[in-house]
């Protein structure tokens, strides 16, 4: 059966995340297209890792082979949440199963109750892929540059925490 396994971020990844994240889709569906120099991701990658309000994990597939990453950027009891599947490994499933394990993996943590991701209008691959993984859209912001539709996942369904941040 197909199965993807999460595995936390660590030290090697750093030039993983720096070829995905410089993908063509990945800069078009980001908040901020321009391409990241090598520099700039390094600065980013060295203080996420220490910061304790990231947590990321890549998802690897039988051999172990790095298919994507979901991470999550936690503020108060909420975490916006982001992904990124290789080229190589989309539209069979990855991204929804990443989605959706790396919520579970964050809830077992303790520290939140909900998970928000933003999605680019023109996006329907993203937006197929979380509303598969139960997210449910929260609303929509059409003001430029970059509307987007906002959507919330929460374990416990409870209105309260279901509130976008
Ligand atoms: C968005 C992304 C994470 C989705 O991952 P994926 O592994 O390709 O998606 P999945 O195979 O899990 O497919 C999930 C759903 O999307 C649909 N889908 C996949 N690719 C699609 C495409 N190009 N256009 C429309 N729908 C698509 C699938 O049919 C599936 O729908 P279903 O559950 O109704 O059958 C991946 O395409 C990606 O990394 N894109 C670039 C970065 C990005 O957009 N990140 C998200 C920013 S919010």
Wanted: hydrophobic letters at 40%.
């Amino acid at each position: 059966m197909f199965e993807v396994s999460l595995r936390p971020v660590d030290t090697t990844d750093r030039e993983r995340l720096w070829v995905w994240s410089n993908d063509p889709d990945v800069r078009a569906q980001s908040f901020s297209t321009a391409l990241i120099s090598h520099e700039e991701h390094k600065r980013w990658f060295d203080a996420r890792l220490l910061d304790p309000f990231w947590r990321a994990w890549i998802g690897t597939e039988a051999g172990l082979q790095a298919v994507g990453v979901v991470r999550f950027q936690i503020q108060g009891l909420r975490a916006e949440i982001g992904v990124n599947v290789a080229r190589e490994a989309r539209g069979r499933g990855v991204g929804r199963l990443l989605i959706l394990q790396g919520c579970i993996a964050l809830f077992e943590t303790g520290l939140i109750t909900a998970v928000d991701a933003r999605i680019k209008l023109d996006n329907t691959a993203s937006v197929a892929a979380f509303r598969g993984a139960g997210f449910w859209q929260t609303g929509t912001d059409f003001s430029p540059p970059f509307p987007c539709t906002h959507w919330t996942f929460s374990p416990t369904g409870d209105p309260a925490s279901a509130q976008p941040g």
